[in-house]
């Protein structure tokens, strides 16, 4: 027998308010019980998991998601998500269309956002 991920555990100050940012951002519902001031916050359909934890972020992330926009380009998805309270870290799209953005979430998660399939296709 083999082990399935259930979710992916992401440590932050406030469990509801991260869990609030990642909601929106991957148009996704947190979990119908969960309350402002809760120590979890669950996003069930994206399986992650966001626990209030005592210490706070001091270095870089050892994993990141990628995100790949479903209606809209890349470039439109990162001005939404700057717009939801993302900041950008480090810009490396190219003249040419192709890269990526590297943005954190509002406690300094890193993340990328990637082409759309769209993108890709032209």
Same mark, same amino acid.
């Given at each position: ?17 991260? @869990? ?6 991957? @148009? ?18 994206? @399986? ?17 998601? %990628?995100?790949?926009?479903?209606? +809209?380009? +890349? ?14 870290? %480090?810009?490396?799209?190219?003249? %040419? @269309? ?22 890709? +296709?032209?």
């Amino acid at each position: 027998m083999t082990s399935a991920i259930r979710h992916v555990t992401i440590d932050c100050a406030d469990a509801y308010a991260l @869990g609030s940012f990642w909601s929106q951002a991957l @148009g996704r519902p947190l979990h119908e019980e969960d309350q402002p001031g809760d120590p979890e916050a669950l996003i069930e359909a994206a @399986g992650l998991l966001f626990v209030t934890v005592p210490e706070a972020k001091t270095t870089k992330n050892r994993l990141h998601l %990628d995100l790949q926009p479903q209606d +809209r380009t +890349r470039d439109e998805e990162v001005e939404r998500l700057l717009a939801l309270g993302a900041r950008l870290i %480090d810009d490396r799209r190219n003249p %040419d @269309g192709t890269g990526w953005a590297v943005l954190a979430d509002p406690e300094g998660n890193e993340f990328c956002v990637e082409r759309s399939a769209g993108e890709r +296709r032209d």
